[in-house]
């Protein structure tokens, strides 16, 4: 079975400050992974996902995140936060054979920009 | 209109209503899915549709009843809900095979009273 922690479930930040949100993600086979962005009474939008190739994947609005198949780790990282990056940011995985695939997500990293 | 849409956006009802929630995708998509998001808890799927067949049911209780008459419109069907089904349910869709990546709608807040 696969699982995905999100290890901070809060990170205050400083505008223009960088920032990482951390992920980890255990599977016996091969994955696909996604970060979602969620603001305030709306859904889930895609920021990004990785399904082959660079292991380096750039995102929307500035962001972007790093596949590490070793340490089973996609940390989403943005070198300069804008106040309207305060939301909450889901990572997620799923099984790169499961076809109309299953995506299984984390708690959640409630971002907090401040001036 | 584009994307992933969801009627309505707020319903409140009483325990003994039966009401729907309605989800469109203009995508092209196959696939569908409902999920439960609470406060503090991780999104749970609930429901999973390819090309209008059902495939996964997450242990949903009966009185959730889902509906897909096209691979384009997807319906959850409610009936004697419990206070603590009151949640954010979201609608998301995708294609089969492209990497699966999914597209959520905005949500429809419910609240049981």
């Known amino acids: 079975a696969q699982s995905v922690t999100q290890l901070d479930s809060q990170v205050p930040v400083f505008e223009e400050a960088p920032v990482e949100l951390r992920c980890n993600y255990s599977?016996?086979?091969?994955?696909?992974l996604f970060w979602y962005v969620q603001y305030p009474n709306q859904g889930l939008q895609l920021l990004l996902k990785?399904?082959?190739?660079?292991?380096l994947v750039k995102g929307i609005n500035g962001f972007e995140a790093e596949f590490n198949k070793s340490q089973t780790s996609f940390h989403l990282r943005k070198p300069s936060v804008h106040i309207s990056d305060t939301a909450e940011y889901f990572c997620?995985?799923?099984?790169?054979?499961?076809?109309?695939?299953?995506?299984?997500f984390g708690q959640g990293t409630e971002l907090s920009v401040k001036p | 209109e584009t994307g992933v849409t969801q009627t309505p956006r707020h319903l409140v009802m009483g325990m003994t209503n039966k009401k729907s929630l309605k989800c469109e995708q203009h995508l092209g998509h196959n696939a569908m899915y409902w999920y439960k998001q609470s406060a503090k808890k991780p999104l749970e799927l609930m429901f999973v549709?390819?090309?209008?067949?059902?495939?996964e049911n997450n242990s949903v209780p009966s009185r959730f009843s889902p509906e897909c008459p096209n691979s384009s419109h997807l319906f959850l069907h409610l009936h004697t809900l419990q206070p603590e089904d009151s949640a954010l349910y979201l609608c998301a869709s995708s294609k089969v095979g492209s990497g699966d990546t999914q597209y959520f709608g905005p949500g429809t807040r419910l609240t049981v009273l």
């Open positions: 990785y399904l082959s190739g660079s292991t």
């Open positions: 997620a995985v799923s099984d790169q054979g499961n076809q109309g695939g299953k995506l299984i």
């Open positions: 549709y390819n090309f209008k067949e059902q495939t």
């Open positions: 599977s016996s086979v091969s994955v696909y």
